[in-house]
């Protein structure tokens, strides 16, 4: 069975600090990637995700996300955070071209101090 | 484009009752799916329609939880008899594609189960 670690359940920073969460997988075949956003009194939306090709990909504002294999993780990061970051992040795996659902990671709330 | 819609938006019964929450999937949606999300865990994976048939119902505690999503579209999730550890908020999504590239979620029902 599939399993989502995030390391970090609450993170605090300051505007213009760099951010990186961290999300491990354990699942041992091809794998589909996705990091999940929910703003305060939103319903949850992607963010951005890894199916195949360049593993570094980059999603909606200005968030990116690398995949590596061999560490089973895919960490999220931004280099300059905003107020308007703060939300909980969600990490989640499907396998690759399953037609299964995500299973996801328990979610790190993130503050953004002004 | 319309979104992924629920209801009711709240819902408190008391314990050994019965439950029920509604969807409607974004218009053409042919994947339909059912999570929970307990407060301070990432949401899991209920059950999963393709059109009117389940995909995947493995998670689903089917000696109190049913679903069905007659004629393909809307969905209904029912719990019945509830219990405590059924507090949670229900999120359906759905997805226009068969492997969940992109979910779409709706806003979620929090059920308070006293």
């Known amino acids: 069975a599939q399993s989502v670690s995030q390391h970090n359940h609450h993170v605090i920073l300051s505007e213009a600090a760099s951010l990186e969460l961290g999300c491990n997988y354990s699942?041992?075949?091809?794998?589909?990637l996705f990091w999940y956003v929910q703003y305060p009194g939103q319903h949850l939306q992607l963010l951005l995700k890894?199916?195949?090709?360049?593993?570094l990909v980059k999603g909606i504002k200005g968030f990116e996300a690398e995949f590596i294999k061999s560490k089973f993780s895919f960490n999220l990061r931004k280099p300059s955070v905003q107020w308007s970051d703060t939300a909980e992040y969600f990490c989640?795996?499907?396998?690759?071209?399953?037609?299964?659902?995500?299973?996801f990671g328990k979610g790190t709330h993130l503050i953004i101090q002004p | 484009e319309a979104g992924v819609a629920q209801s009711p938006r709240y819902k408190i019964i008391e314990k050994r009752q019965s439950v029920a929450f509604w969807c409607n999937p974004i218009?053409?949606?042919?994947?339909l799916y059912w999570y929970q999300q307990i407060l301070g865990q990432g949401p899991k994976l209920l059950i999963q329609?393709?059109?009117?048939?389940?995909?995947?119902d493995s998670q689903l505690p089917k000696d109190r939880f049913s679903a069905e999503r007659l004629k393909g579209v809307d969905s209904t999730l029912k719990i019945q008899p509830a219990k405590l550890e059924d507090s949670a908020v229900y999120l359906c999504?759905?997805?226009?594609?068969?492997?969940?590239?992109?979910?779409?979620f709706g806003s979620g029902t929090q059920l308070s189960v006293l």
């Open positions: 989640a795996v499907k396998s690759g071209g399953g037609a299964d659902g995500l299973t």
């Open positions: 218009s053409g949606h042919a994947t």
């Open positions: 890894y199916f195949s090709g360049d593993p």
């Open positions: 329609f393709q059109n009117n048939g389940v995909v995947d």
């Open positions: 999504a759905s997805s226009d594609d068969r492997v969940g590239e992109k979910l779409f």
């Open positions: 699942y041992g075949g091809t794998v589909n």
